[in-house]
């Protein structure tokens, strides 16, 4: 009875939760495996949350339900933060292994866990240039290495109607 039940969890997919693959992406003090250490420029103001997560570097799977990768296997990281009163921002989170992933930021400016078209920033690693849909995740992957890799992104916001860019000098 025992071994059914096992069975039976074994196949049941993961619920829901903002948390989903936070433990997994949560960098340690003195990280010495394959990670991403971001450096964040050009935030709008200092309010609110920021949210990096990392994906497969495909077009399928970039950006994708976070639920949906999980329970088929697929890499999935997230690591979010307050964002720092002042000073420098950085952001580390951990991959599987070395290789290529997608790397999206979202500066949650009102900390509600979901994007506002006309609040809310967001940048990719490669800062690829934003147009009306998503970047492909060619334009927005990295390379990490065996250990720490570092890399920036530059934060976009909402600019005229339907336009995002970095913010002005």
Do not use: W
């Amino acid at each position: 009875m025992m071994l059914i039940a096992a069975i039976l969890l074994a196949g049941a997919p993961v619920p829901s939760s903002p948390d989903l693959g936070k433990a997994e992406g949560q960098c340690r003090p003195g990280e010495s495996s394959p990670a991403a250490i971001i450096t964040v420029t050009g935030l709008k103001d200092r309010r609110g949350r920021l949210k990096l997560e990392l994906y497969p570097a495909n077009d399928t799977d970039f950006l994708a339900d976070d639920n949906v990768l999980i329970n088929v296997g697929k890499t999935f990281r997230r690591v979010e933060i307050g964002v720092p009163a002042s000073g420098p921002v950085q952001i580390c989170i951990r991959a599987p292994s070395a290789g290529n992933y997608a790397l999206s930021l979202l500066h949650d400016r009102d900390s509600n866990r979901k994007f506002g078209l006309s609040t809310d920033g967001i940048g990719f690693s490669g800062n690829p240039k934003l147009g009306r849909s998503k970047p492909r995740a060619a334009t927005a992957s990295m390379a990490i290495g065996n250990g720490p890799t570092k890399a920036n992104i530059i934060m976009n916001y909402r600019k005229g109607l339907i336009s995002f860019g970095p913010i002005e000098d």
